[in-house]
Structures are given as structure tokens and as C-alpha cells.
């Protein structure tokens, strides 16, 4: 069984202007899609204050402030390093490109890699 709860449990206040309010299947769906939502909605910051500053025990699972459960869990377990998707390197999470500016979760795929494949799609190499 997946670890879902109901999120509205632990919602705060301002919650209710976020634009995942009554979307489980999208938080809970794709996380592309997900973040998405996330990086249009005007409380992020307070949100991953908020789902940051919980015991991850009360963690609802799904997409929360454009982190996976996994990367949350990562960043309550202080992970400073990960291996890149592609080149398979462990790497300080420095050495990995955040989403958005402003939003704490990293690409899985290290910068050279990132930049690589982006030269690769724009078909300059
Ligand atoms: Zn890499």
C-alpha cells in the first residue's frame, strides 16, 4: 500500500488559496505535473516552510512544495550528496540544478549531464 494520507489533516490556514486544494489525483499522480501546479501556486514558500518544519512521521506523501517524498525525506535526512540519473556519479546536491530558483529540489540529472542532453535535444552537437 502506498503511504497516502489525507492532506487536508495537517493543512494549514493559507493552504486554501493553493491551487492543489481538492487535486489529490494530481499530487498524488505525476510528479511533473505536480511541481507544475507547485511552481504556479503564490504560497509555495510557506508551504515548504510549513511541510519542511513537520516531523516527517506526519508526512502525507504525494508532491508537496514541488519536493517528492523522497526528496523531503532527503532533505530531513541532511543528504548532501546523490547519484546523477545519467552519468550514475554520486555528487555533492550542489552539483545538481534546482527545478526553480526559489525551490529547494534539485533535477536528477547533475549539470554537465543537464547541459549535455539540453545541447543534445537543441541538436548542436
Ligand atoms: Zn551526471
Known amino acids: 500500500m502506498p503511504r497516502v494520507?489525507?492532506?487536508?489533516?495537517?493543512?494549514?490556514?493559507?493552504?486554501?488559496?493553493?491551487?492543489?486544494?481538492?487535486?489529490?489525483?494530481?499530487m498524488y499522480g505525476s510528479p511533473g505535473r505536480a511541481r507544475a501546479t507547485c511552481y504556479s501556486c503564490p504560497v509555495l514558500d510557506d508551504c515548504c516552510e510549513w511541510i519542511l518544519s513537520l516531523p516527517f512521521s506526519a508526512d502525507p506523501g504525494g508532491v508537496i512544495a514541488?519536493?517528492?517524498?523522497e526528496e523531503r525525506e532527503a532533505i530531513h535526512q541532511n543528504v548532501t550528496t546523490r547519484?546523477?540519473?545519467t552519468c550514475g556519479e554520486p555528487k555533492p546536491l550542489t552539483a545538481f540544478s534546482k527545478w526553480k530558483p526559489h525551490a529547494p529540489s534539485r533535477r536528477p540529472d547533475c549539470k554537465?549531464?543537464?547541459k549535455h542532453r539540453r545541447n543534445t535535444m537543441r541538436g548542436t552537437e
Do not use: H, S
Request: charged share 15%.
Open 5 to 26: 494520507k489525507a492532506p487536508l489533516d495537517y493543512l494549514p490556514k493559507w493552504q486554501g488559496v493553493g491551487p492543489c486544494v481538492g487535486q489529490p489525483n494530481i
Open 83 to 85: 547519484t546523477c540519473r
Open 112 to 114: 554537465p549531464c543537464d
Open 66 to 69: 514541488a519536493m517528492t517524498l
